[in-house]
Nanobody, 125 residues
Framework: VQLQASGGGLVQAGGSLRLSCVTSGRTVSGYTMAWFRQAPGKEREFVTGFFRNTGRVYQADSAKGRFTASRDRGKQTVDLLMDSLKPEDTAVYYC???????????????????WGQGTQVTVSS
């Protein structure tokens, strides 16, 4: 499967952005789909994801209450709506997919076989 992320940009603190990840190949429900981010000098970190087996959404603490993930099986997209953005949200955001990972590996970048190219999100103070 190929992934293509889009929707990043520059926004002021408190603003919103919607990221979109389009998949080619199998429908999104056939994969565990997740968003990760990586800030300069930091490791790639899990933001949110849909676990394939149940469809349940899991979020990092940093995303709870501000970020909302959704998926559209018809369009084969997974979106990430980010509200109340903070300067510390500045990072390159990546979508990722896996059809084999287990739940305990949901937040582990190494568990994902497929990655989009990343989209830059910059939040100014």
């Amino acid at each position: 499967v190929q992934l293509q992320a889009s929707g990043g940009g520059l926004v002021q603190a408190g603003g919103s952005l919607r990221l979109s990840c389009v998949t080619s190949g199998r429908t999104v429900s056939g994969y565990t789909m997740a968003w990760f981010r990586q800030a300069p000098g930091k490791e790639r970190e899990f933001v949110t994801g849909f676990f394939r087996n149940t469809g349940r959404v899991y979020q990092a603490d940093s995303a709870k209450g501000r970020f909302t993930a959704s998926r559209d099986r018809g369009k084969q997209t997974v979106d990430l709506l980010m509200d109340s953005l903070k300067p510390e949200d500045t990072a390159v955001y990546y979508c990722a997919a896996s059809d084999t990972l287990i739940l305990s590996s949901l937040a582990s970048p190494s568990a994902y076989r497929y990655w989009g190219q990343g989209t830059q999100v910059t939040v100014s103070s």
